[in-house]
């Protein structure tokens, strides 16, 4: 014998899925969840969905059962061909019709309706209710789109419009409507601690903290401390940082509010404030800048070529002449960036240093980058830059031997070694603004100060054993 079943709809709903037998037997059996459903003297082959139609719709999963002979069949027979054609060839219905579709590359919204069985003017439909609803004109591949269909109509989607707003359409008595749904955010505070034993981020996730907070957490530090280079078994760090739920459910973890470092007795601290004008920035519990006025080297991953000299031999014009900057050897093409903030001064050609940009710091500050390849588009004299922005590419114009960069620090006009002069700090919190840092950041190492206190006191219940 052979059973076959036809899915009669894509997605047909959970409520109204039923299994038709199609045949003359007259028997009602419960199979699992499933309602089977058959009816004596009904003629309906050849349209298995006419009189079963009833009250709930006709649309469903049909099980039809060309039997030879179907009542020669003892009525246990018949349970047991029912119960294994049941089993073998009907899924376990899901708890939900949703289905959820993951838009891929080149895919518009017909495209998946069509793929889904629906008809054209859905599409149209669904767009004429206007409003956030013409988002979904423009998906991306990535973009996840939660589609209902019953009757091969759209019953229902859903659609994250950003973190926390989505799109909910349904369909009501008068057709289709559409909500946006915005989630409460809610921000958790959360606190990790851990100690040095092998790196700060084989540690740090140790202790639970994600990847991108223990990149905040070594830029917090990075003027101070060199993650790479100057970590100590036995070091500590402590983080009191916000975790966002939405809807009750964890959706990620949001910023380092407070952090602490200690390494050979050395206690590095910061606090987030947000001062009243908008700007963010970690600052030490007394209000002064974590940030340094200057990162010291304008290239990554960049050796020193040439050191800073007053008393050089000239490797192409063979005579002693002072080196007043220091040469950082990279291939062509690598990024430079501005040690500080501050307006370019000067953006051209200047004999030997072939295309030079000048950036003026303000007090009396100036820094030079020589022998580039080419100016970063759309800087000018005049043009604003911030501490770490590009500002043109290595290169080897002008008189230079190989790729690097020629770069220059001056106080007050005076040629200082780059690497050695002692770098400003950023500015510290404004006075007026001292009273709401103060209100900010006390219960944040208030926090911090019990999170390493914990972790001490761990560490000393651990030695004593
Ligand atoms: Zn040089």
């Not at 149209?124 to 991306?140: I, S, W």
């Not at 390849?373 to 043009?383: H, P």
Request: aromatic residues 8%; positive net charge; hydrophobic residues 40%.
């Amino acid at each position: 014998m052979k059973i076959d079943y036809i899915p009669a709809a894509p997605a047909a709903s959970w409520r109204k899925r039923r299994v038709v037998l199609v045949g003359t037997l007259c028997a009602a059996i419960g199979v699992g969840s499933f309602q089977l459903l058959t009816r004596s003297n009904d003629a309906i082959a050849g349209n298995p969905s006419n009189q079963l139609a009833s009250d709930t719709g006709a649309s469903g999963l049909y099980l039809s059962a060309d039997m030879a002979r179907p009542n020669t069949l003892a009525s246990s027979d018949f349970d047991n061909i029912i119960q294994t054609a049941v089993t073998d060839a009907l899924r376990v219905p899901e708890a939900s019709q949703w289905s959820t579709i993951s838009v891929k590359p080149g895919q518009n919204l017909s495209v998946i309706f069509e793929a889904l069985g629906l008809a054209h003017d859905e599409v149209a439909d669904l767009l004429a209710l206007g409003g956030e609803v013409q988002r979904l004109k423009k998906l991306k591949a990535g973009d996840e789109l939660h589609v209902l269909v019953e009757d091969d109509r759209l019953d229902g989607l859903k659609y994250a419009l950003d973190e926390r707003r989505s799109l909910e359409v349904r369909r009501g008595d008068k057709g289709l409507e559409s909500v946006t749904i915005t989630a409460e955010i809610e921000h958790r505070q959360a606190t990790a601690s851990g100690k040095i034993t092998d790196s700060l981020f084989v540690d740090g996730r140790r202790a639970n903290l994600s990847s991108r907070l223990i990149m905040s957490f070594a830029d917090i530090f990075g003027y101070d401390v060199d993650f790479a280079q100057d970590l100590h078994p036995g070091d500590q760090f402590s983080v009191v940082y916000e975790q966002l739920y939405k809807n009750g459910k964890r959706l990620r973890d949001g910023d380092i509010l407070a952090a602490q470092f200690t390494s050979q007795g050395q206690r590095y601290q910061a606090v987030r404030f947000t001062a009243p004008d908008g700007n963010t920035a970690y600052y030490t519990p007394n209000g002064q800048s974590l940030r340094k006025a200057f990162i010291r080297t304008p290239v990554d991953f960049a050796r020193i070529s040439s050191p800073f000299n007053l008393r050089r031999l000239h490797p192409i014009l063979h005579t002693i002449r002072a080196h007043k900057g220091v040469d950082y050897g990279a291939g062509t093409g690598t990024p430079i960036k501005a040690t500080g903030d501050g307006k370019i001064s000067f953006y051209g050609n200047k004999n030997g240093y072939g295309r030079v940009a000048m950036i003026n710091h303000g007090a009396g500050v100036e820094t030079l980058y020589g022998h580039m390849s080419r100016f970063r588009a759309g800087l000018s004299v005049g043009s604003r830059v911030r501490q770490g922005q590009v500002i043109g590419y290595v290169g080897m114009s002008g008189l230079a031997t190989a790729p690097h960069l020629h770069y220059e620090f001056r106080i007050n006009g005076i040629h200082k070694n780059p690497v050695t002069v002692p770098l400003p700090r950023a500015n510290p919190v404004a006075p007026n603004h001292m009273a709401a840092f103060r209100a900010q950041s006390s219960p944040l190492m208030a926090a911090l100060d019990q999170q390493s206190t914990k972790l001490a006191s761990a560490a000393k219940t651990k030695t004593s054993r």
